[in-house]
């Protein structure tokens, strides 16, 4: 920033004295005009104008008009404006030469930031995908991170739990590299390490850097990759309001076909001939969605003076979810000051304030017996009985009449209170000196501190979860703070052809996790919610943690490029985290890169077709921080005992230590290509990646359970990740008028477990707690993560002898299920026949964007989708069981004079897990449609407005998908909850998830 | 020069982060230094009791199989997890969900006795102050060991914690005979050093050593020594200050049994539970689903009692009615057991009675469907000390009074129904032959301990498989029963593949 401000002076300082020399010599022909820019008419302050061939040239004023003096005729004018395309005019007889200048889509000049410093884009050696604020404008977000998914080649976006109002996001960098840490990248927000998200209209630009040569610089943060967010910063001149309002209605895209009330009683009385139908009539879908809405507004002014710039901003957003009584609501501030204190220091400061607060309705639930399989209101208006009333004679609230005692879902939804109210607070501040000529000394300073509160509240009205206990209430405190210091020199000098840029920093930051629960239950009323805890009879455990870490580091980069032909990047960092184990402390991660920019090349220079061309490889190490706090040491852990009735104090050994814990390491490799085509019409980047992580840390199921005492954390894994990517795009048509660009993106990444521990299988769970079964998905060598583990099916049992090489369950009668018999002992039994089944993860993603532009108005038609990749259907597992409502589909189901069917007799059964199941999970979703207008310039003067734009945008209108759930975007964690390791290694299954919803949106921006 | 200061200002507040990087949790417990003081000990053994009252041990796994293994009890719901049925139907793969579950949980039960034992080597207080406490740890370690050996026979032998992983890691099976030898000399410990009397039952006294002892011998089919370690508490009765409830309903009564004299060692819940951890369970799956009587939210039906057990339990039986409920209330309406099923409108009922002993007096419950109750679980009572005493003294010298008087002492107590003695049934008995003197006295356990958990390991001591699961037994015909493998479960295959020195697995597996 300050090299750039020096240039401008000097150019400015030079252009003044060539319009002295031109003043002086000879008045000639003069040239005034306007400049503006496409598509929305807006003038251009500061572009350039030159005459061509001549070092004679001029600015645009505040609006945008010019004057210039030109020998003659012939003379031609070069006007250009940083991230527009230049154009040539040749004067003739024109005196008023008015121009539009069209925006660069060509994306190689553009400045791309990277870890503690910024390079051209053509000088980018790595991998990194860039996400600019017009891509987050075109259409409505609900938050940053959404705008990120389909963007870019490989990352994959998920939100934790389908459209439910304020839920997690989800974001994977080529795949997953671990197992028990966190798979989501580091999130550095204006150079603060693991920031929340900001607003996505508060946003300049997201980098997402891929390789270990972008990441190796974050060090042991640096496997998942890294997304650097770059906030919206004042620029000196006129100051800018702007106004941005949008309303979205929504509704969910998909309801099952459930079973009506006399369908039920049908069904039920064959399981069970006993079975007493009520006598209502609901559809307990109809009753649980609604329209949705969302409301966002955002108001914010910049601007500045010569010395000083500033950002600020604030938004207001509202979502009230398709589901009943779920609601989000945000509020958030940003604000950034930027001072040229004196010519060589620079003082800044970034502020961030929000608050989230989110309504919900238990969704997703792991299912834990413990609460009757029954607190989660998406799964159970499904199973519930379409022949009961919401409340009966008496008022109590009904409880299901098939299957496990659980309260109906509208009761839960509505007289249940699920709430999170959480606030963020960030300050960073940072001051930046020159010493001497090309150095520069960079520190900031900032805190930032997270304060979640969670209450639940289910009041004793609820019957079977809440009523026999008098109603239940806990809340708990989550508060994290962090301190961050972080110090660095940059050198930058040429060195004949050559260009060197050096970095070196030291970093600091603190961590502090506070947390504390406390319930009780039997309360006098239900109207105390979670606000009053005396007021039960009965308290609940309290607890409460406290936990504090903290890493110290150590890095350096360099950046070397000689002729703009070759270019050499290496980086280093050595982390020293308090995580780590006695004895393995410090970590260093190295990375190295080279580029060939080819295109420059002289052999090159007559090929006109190739205007751009670059080879990229790098090679590096980048970490994981998979232990968690404490984690290394030998542990005490208090449990729950009682003597003489009294609850008393008692601790046990529970787990060993292990002084030797290292973190996980991802050795990486990318190869790249860059080509641009026809003056870079066509630009095309090709990434290869081989991502091997070891070190794997994996909690050690060969040390035999009789020792009686949890197994330390191990370094035994290794996991591959290799995966290609492409990114094409191209500018199709580009004129005054009339533009239209495509983009396209397309990855797909392998995944395998190398080593597993002593290659023994891990068999894990993601099933609700209530199915009462401990198996789903498996980690096998040689297979990828989280592969879908039971019995084969083979369709329904005839009656008679069984086909070869299958086999029943103990029990099974004709119309039950038949599996493929792997012993071949013509039993079906969990230990011996159950294989991998499925495999949740997906060949292929895309995204594809086309943009049109025709005059002021823009279109936007942007398709994600994903090839391959099982869903596991644990919706169905529960709907065909039998104690149930069910789809229709179990209307086909086997009998005697029904035997042409798939759908097994309708009967009681155990909640197997087989391929009948596994559902393909491709789809392809047209994820937005937008149409934009932006006001003429002549009718918006007239009010005072610098420009107005109106839009109208269309999400998930519609998908196209073999998947027979609700939405194929699925992501149930089961009895783990949502913890990392969990995320990791479970995929693809669906259960209760909060429904994916349509919107319609409608938008409006005001900038004055 | 202000440049300069704001500077020097800023990199000051900058290097301020220098650390060593030491971790010092606060909020966690380090081994390291732990043990200081007696109440030190008594913390790490009440993390034993903790492991004992968990889902995985006391809750479900350790103890409903114990249920379903008997021939008094099968399962209810036919659409319960495959794992209970396997116990109920004796086709129990290595890999059953509900050994897996327990056997980590179990030794972690006796790691945490081995903690606390090796731990009180580290505080300085003589043995005449912290023997006593140590010593509920030798009792808690061979009561665990005690489970083990019944169920699966030879298996790891571990008395102290891991430090040499590798060392313990390729250890052979222990003999049943040396487990034996083992817990025989741990209860001695224990009977030595624990006190007469303890606040409270859940905590073992010297009568819980002692009637320990008893029972083990008994086991192991050392009738003298089980006689003369019975006779021994009964000696004792004043001192241990023991004696039999006079209302059999009472022991079943969570608010009034802490008081009960007749208790000796007791799993303790308080209707509390820290998840799975505190919770009882067996309200929930002894209980009648659907029913509305005891304001649980109804059971589950897993565990209910064949119907034979019914039949063929005299009716003049107190102890009956007070084990079983025949009728439970849907909808306001009270139904006899054989409409059970179709009254309750989740079609999972089943029409048999169900036991009662669990749900009736609950106490607290602070979950639904009983899941966590107020109950004492009576791991032995007076009355099992009277019946062993019989018992054995019957193999060691047929024909006793002494042996008849213990028996009609719990006879006694059956007949004083609600505090009154009305009715002659049962009645004492006397003159018996040595083998019908065994056989009354096996049938006395079996009702008076009915559903108490102690009915298999009866049917394994006595080896009377192939008569109770035969065609003529309370459940009928059980063909999965095999005298060859059947009386011992398999040991969880993965742990045999953990340590493939534990291989064979048990005979049959």
């Known amino acids: 920033m300050q090299k750039q401000l020096r240039k401008a002076k000097v150019k400015w300082i030079s252009l003044s004295i060539f319009f002295l020399f031109g003043l002086a010599l000879n008045a000639q022909q003069t040239v005034t005009g306007k400049v503006s820019s496409s598509p929305n008419g807006l003038p251009l302050p500061g572009a350039n104008i030159l005459v061509k061939g001549t070092t004679q040239g001029a600015t645009t004023d505040f609006d945008g008009n010019y004057s210039i003096e030109v020998e003659d005729g012939t003379a031609v004018l070069v006007f250009s404006y940083i991230g527009f395309v230049p154009q040539e005019i040749t004067v003739g007889s024109q005196s008023v030469i008015n121009v539009t200048l069209l925006e660069d889509t060509n994306q190689l000049n553009e400045i791309v930031v990277v870890g ?32 990120l998914q389909g963007r870019a080649a490989g990352v994959v976006v998920q939100s934790n739990n389908g459209g439910e109002p304020g839920a997690p996001i989800n974001i994977k960098i080529r795949g997953n590299t671990s197992i028990n840490a966190s798979s989501n990248p580091l999130i550095v927000v204006d150079g603060f390490v693991g920031a929340t998200m900001p607003q996505p209209n508060d946003i300049a630009s997201m980098e997402i850097l891929k390789d270990a040569s972008a990441t190796a610089i974050y060090g042991s943060r640096g496997s998942n990759g890294v997304v650097l967010v770059t906030t919206k910063k004042g620029r000196s001149g006129k100051l800018t309001v702007e106004v941005n309002s949008n309303y979205s209605t929504q509704n969910t895209a998909n309801e099952l076909d459930l079973l009506n009330a006399d369908q039920f009683a049908t069904y039920q009385t064959a399981l069970n001939p006993g079975y007493a139908p009520g006598n209502a009539e609901t559809d307990w879908q109809d009753l649980l969605y609604r329209g949705g809405s969302v409301s966002n507004h955002q108001f914010s002014f910049s601007g500045g003076s010569e010395n000083v710039n500033f950002y600020a901003s604030t938004n207001y957003f509202k979502q009230e979810g398709v589901v009943i009584n779920s609601e989000f609501e945000r509020i958030s501030f940003l604000g950034n000051v930027d001072a040229q204190v004196t010519d060589k220091l620079k003082l800044g400061m970034n502020l961030f304030a929000n608050r989230g607060s989110q309504d919900g309705v238990p969704t997703q639930s792991t299912g834990e017996t413990a609460n009757g399989g029954g607190d989660d209101v998406i799964s159970l208006m499904f199973r519930f009985a379409p022949d009961l009333p919401i409340q009966d004679e008496n008022g109590i609230n009904t409880i299901n009449s098939v299957g496990d005692n659980v309260d109906n879902p509208y009761a839960i939804a509505t007289e249940s209170v699920n709430q999170t109210k959480r606030d963020d607070y960030r300050a960073n501040l940072y001051a930046s000196y020159d010493i001497l000529e090309g150095l520069n000394f960079k520190t900031t300073f900032g805190y930032s501190t997270r304060n979640e509160t969670f209450g639940l509240f289910r009041p004793s009205t609820l019957t079977e979860t809440a009523g026999p206990i008098g109603g239940s209430a806990a809340i708990e405190n989550f508060k994290r ?39 009780a239950q039997g309360f006098t009323s239900d109207s105390f919610s979670f606000n009053n805890l005396g007021g039960g009879a009965v308290p609940l455990l309290p607890s409460s943690s406290f936990v504090e870490s903290e890493i110290q580091s150590q890095f350096g980069r360099l950046n070397f490029d000689w002729d703009d032909k070759y270019l050499l990047t290496a980086t280093v960092r050595r982390d020293g985290a308090s995580n780590f184990a006695a004895n393995e402390k410090y970590a260093i991660f190295p990375s190295g890169a080279i580029g060939w920019k080819v295109s420059n090349e002289d052999f090159m220079q007559n090929i006109e077709e190739i205007s751009n061309l670059k080879f990229r490889a790098s090679y590096g190490l980048t970490g994981n921080q998979a232990i968690g706090a404490y984690e290394s040491l030998a542990q005490f852990n208090n449990i729950y005992a009682v003597l003489n009735g009294q609850t008393v104090n008692a601790v046990f050994p529970e787990v060993a230590a292990n002084p030797n814990l290292k973190w996980e390491t991802s050795y990486q490799t990318n190869i790249g290509l860059d080509v641009g085509l026809l003056n870079n019409k066509v630009s095309l980047s090709l990434d290869y990646y081989n991502i091997d992580t070891r070190d794997l840390i994996i909690r050690e199921t060969s040390q035999p359970e009789y020792f009686g005492i949890l197994p330390s954390l191990k370094n035994v894994g290794e996991m591959n990740n290799k995966g290609f990517e492409i990114n094409l795009n191209t500018r199709n048509i580009s004129n005054e008028n009339f533009t239209w660009t495509t983009d396209l993106n397309w990855s797909t990444n392998k995944n395998e477990f190398v080593t597993l521990l002593d290659g023994e299988d891990i068999i894990l769970d993601a099933s609700p707690g209530y199915f009462n079964i401990d198996e789903t998905h498996i980690l096998r060598e040689g297979e990828a993560v989280g592969v879908f583990w039971g019995y084969e099916y083979q369709g329904v049992y005839q009656g008679g002898s069984l086909p070869e090489g299958t086999g029943i369950l103990p029990g099974a009668e004709a119309g039950d299920q038949l599996f493929t018999d792997l012993d071949g002992d013509g039993v079906i039994s969990p230990g011996d026949d159950k294989k991998i089944i499925g495999d949740p993860n997906p060949g292929w993603t895309f995204g594809f964007t086309n943009n049109f532009t025709y005059k002021n108005f823009d279109l936007n038609i942007f398709f994600q989708g994903v090839q391959g990749g099982d869903i596991m259907n644990l919706t169905n597992v529960q709907l065909f069981n039998g104690d149930s409502n069910a789809t229709t589909d179990v209307l086909n189901s086997w009998t005697p004079s029904n035997t042409n069917t798939d759908i097994p007799r309708a009967k009681l059964r155990g909640k197997e897990i087989s391929s009948r199941f596994v559902e393909d999970g491709s789809y392809i979703r047209l994820k937005n449609i937008a149409i934009g207008y932006n006001l003429p310039q002549d009718v918006i003067g007239k009010i005072g407005l610098e420009s107005v734009r109106i839009s109208v945008s269309a999400q998930n209108l519609f998908t196209i998908t073999d998947y027979s759930g609700l939405d194929p975007e699925v992501s149930y964690f089961g009895t783990g909850g949502q913890g990392n390791s969990e995320s990791n290694t479970t995929q693809g299954f669906d259960f209760g998830n909060y429904p994916t919803v349509r919107s319609f949106n409608f938008g409006v921006n005001l900038r004055f | 020069m202000k440049t300069y200061k704001i500077l020097l200002l800023l990199i000051g507040v900058s290097i301020m982060g220098c650390s060593d990087l030491e971790e010092e949790p606060s909020g966690l417990l380090a081994p390291e230094g732990f043990f200081n003081s007696v109440a030190d000990i008594q913390t790490a053994v009440n993390g034993a009791y903790g492991h004992m009252t968990t889902e995985d041990f006391w809750g479900r796994k350790m103890s409903l199989p114990l249920m379903l293994r008997s021939d008094m009890v099968s399962i209810g719901d036919p659409t319960t997890s495959t794992r209970r049925i396997e116990h109920e139907e004796f086709n129990v793969p290595t890999d059953n969900g509900m050994i897996s579950g327990y056997w980590q949980r179990v030794y972690q039960v006796i790691a945490a006795a081995n903690q606390a034992i090796a731990g009180s080597a580290l505080v300085g207080a003589p043995d005449e102050q912290k023997n006593p406490v140590v010593a509920q740890a030798y009792f808690v370690r061979a009561f665990a060991y005690f489970h083990l050996v019944r169920q699966f026979g030879a298996i790891p032998y571990l008395d102290e914690p891991v430090t040499d992983a590798d060392a313990a890691g390729s250890i ?46 008994l086991t192991t089919g050392d009738y003298q020594s089980a006689y003369n370690e019975a006779k021994g508490v009964i000696d004792n009765e004043g001192t241990y200050n023991l004696g039999l409830e006079a209302d059999f309903q009472d022991l079943f009564d969570a608010t009034t049994i802490d008081g009960s004299l007749e208790p000796i060692f007791a799993l303790d819940f308080n209707g509390f539970s820290d998840g799975d951890t505190g919770r009882d369970y067996q309200a929930a799956l002894t209980g009648l689903r659907n029913d509305e009587q005891y304001d649980l939210g109804g059971g589950w039906s897993v565990a209910v009692p064949s119907l034979e057990v019914y039949n063929t339990w005299d009716g003049r039986d107190y102890r009956k009615a007070v084990s079983l409920d025949t009728t439970g209330v849907f909808n306001g309406v009270t139904q006899p057991y054989t409409v059970f099923k179709e009254s309750g409108a989740s079609g999972r009922g089943v029409n048999r009675p169900h036991i009662a002993k669990y ?17 004492n679980y009576s791991m032995i009572r007076y009355a099992e000390v009277l019946l062993i005493a019989a018992e054995a ?18 006879r006694a107590r059956a007949r004083n129904s609600n505090g009154v003695t009305s009715g002659l049934f049962p009645a004492d008995i006397s003159g018996l032959s040595q083998s019908d003197f065994r056989d009354m006295v096996l049938e006395e356990r079996k009702w008076e301990l009915a559903f108490e958990f102690k009915r298999w390991y009866d049917i394994a001591r006595r080896r009377i498989g192939p008569q109770v699961f035969g065609a003529s037994g309370l459940e009928g015909a059980k063909p999965g029963f095999s005298e060859d493998q059947d009386y011992l479960y398999p040991l969880p295959a993965d742990e045999l593949a953990r340590n493939p020195n534990l291989m064979p697995n048990n005979p049959g597996y």
């Open chain 1, 116 to 147: 503690y410093g910024s390079v051209k884009k053509s000088d980018v050696t790595g991998a990194v995908s860039s996400v600019k604020a017009k891509e987050l404008n075109a259409f409505p977000l609900l938050n940053a991170e959404q705008a």
């Open chain 1, 481 to 519: 703070t962090s301190l961050l210091s972080e110090n660095y020199l940059t050198y930058n000098r040429e060195i004949g052809k050559g260009n060197l840029t050096l970095l070196a920093g030291y970093s600091y930051q603190k961590t502090n996790t506070q947390r504390f629960a406390a319930g």
């Open chain 2, 172 to 217: 052979s099976k222990t003999s049943a005979a040396d487990v034996y030898t083992n817990i025989i000399s741990d209860l001695e410990f224990a009977k030595t050093w624990l006190p007469n009397t303890q606040a409270a039952r859940s905590i073992p006294a010297k009568s819980a050593a002692h009637s320990y002892l008893a029972l083990v011998y």
């Open chain 2, 359 to 375: 749900t009736r007096n609950t106490g607290i419950t602070a979950t639904g469907n009983g899941r966590g109750s107020q109950q």
């Open chain 2, 393 to 410: 003294l019957n193999e060691v010298s047929p024909g006793s009074t002494e042996a008849e008087g213990y028996l009609n002492r719990v």
